[in-house]
Nanobody, 125 residues
Framework: QVQLVESGGGLVQAGDSLRLSCAAS????????MGWFRQAPGKEREFAAG???????RYADSVKGRFTISRDNDKNTVYLQMNSLKPEDTAVYYC???????????????????WGQGTQVTVSS
């Protein structure tokens, strides 16, 4: 069982930066693929970034070059550094854990086993 708690969301202006954190409980964090998803009003939840236990990363095209995902296995925490934020980045951001044994970073939300409650990010123009 893994419990996830996100923090770090807020209201910022376009061009600003924000760092989200996701604290995980449970002994399996170190072997979990961690993902950040986001859901804007009226839209489906979409993959933003993912990282496996060896540090390999994957990004959606919409955030590539602006967002950086990282993890600290000693602290059971995964981060999402978001730079050059745009109004279209406005969404609820969710942290998720996938315990697939192969370390594959999947973009389908249905493949993830555990989810946090989400944190709101609002970017004003």
């Amino acid at each position: 069982q893994v419990q996830l708690v996100e923090s770090g969301g807020g209201l910022v202006q376009a061009g600003d930066s924000l760092r989200l954190s996701c604290a995980a409980s449970g002994r399996t964090f170190g072997r979990s693929v961690m993902g950040w998803f986001r859901q804007a009003p009226g839209k489906e939840r979409e993959f933003a970034a993912g990282i496996n236990w060896s540090g390999r990363t994957r990004y959606a095209d919409s955030v590539k070059g602006r967002f950086t995902i990282s993890r600290d296995n000693d602290k059971n925490t995964v981060y999402l550094q978001m730079n050059s934020l745009k109004p279209e980045d406005t969404a609820v951001y969710y942290c998720a854990a996938d315990q697939n044994q192969y370390g594959l970073i999947l973009s389908e939300s249905g493949k993830y086993d555990y989810w946090g409650q989400g944190t709101q990010v609002t970017v004003s123009s």
